[in-house]
């Protein structure tokens, strides 16, 4: 006769508490820098599809007149506006920042957690890839919400 198998021991690196608090930073950048990834994946067609930038203000080169806010195009010296403000270099810069910090949102929720390190590495992925940031946001809560539910005691008490 064998022994009842146990069920597994689980620990968390957290309270619940935590966890969620981890868990809504994981959510709310991850709809953050997916969208920011999307307006940068438009940004890179419309650059090297249409060689065309988005600026605002400026001056055009080609004929002085005032470029108000609009695509510029983009030339072998530069762009067909002098000045302004390049917006689609300010999303690349914003969504690299952003992207910083999702994954410090990322690491936090990790370790909380407790997961392999492929997991980090897929969630990591989700600031790289267009869409998936969205779809791995609902599986990744719902799977932190089942995992917290099933192992009620594993989360540490302060």
Not at 19 to 40: C, D, F
Not at 45 to 65: I, K, N, Q
Not at 139 to 150: F, N, P
Request: positive net charge; aromatic residues 14%.
């Amino acid at each position: 006769m064998s022994a009842p198998s146990k069920a597994p021991k689980r620990r968390f690196g957290g309270t619940a508490a935590q966890i969620r608090s981890a868990l809504g930073l994981y959510k709310a950048l991850a709809y953050l820098t997916g969208s920011m990834l999307l307006l940068l994946t438009t940004e890179l067609v419309v650059r090297y599809g249409f060689h065309s930038v988005l600026m605002a203000g400026g001056t055009d080169a080609a004929t002085g007149a005032s470029h108000g806010f609009g695509f510029a195009a983009v030339q072998d010296n530069g762009f067909s506006v002098i000045g302004g403000f390049n917006i689609s270099t300010a999303v690349l810069i914003v969504h690299g920042w952003m992207y910083v910090v999702y994954l410090i949102a990322d690491f936090r929720l990790w370790s909380l957690m407790r997961w392999p390190f492929g997991k980090f590495i897929l969630i990591a992925l989700g600031g790289v890839i267009p869409f998936l940031s969205f779809f791995l946001e609902g599986r990744i809560h719902k799977q932190v919400e089942a995992e917290l539910a099933a192992f009620p005691t594993a989360s540490k008490r302060y």
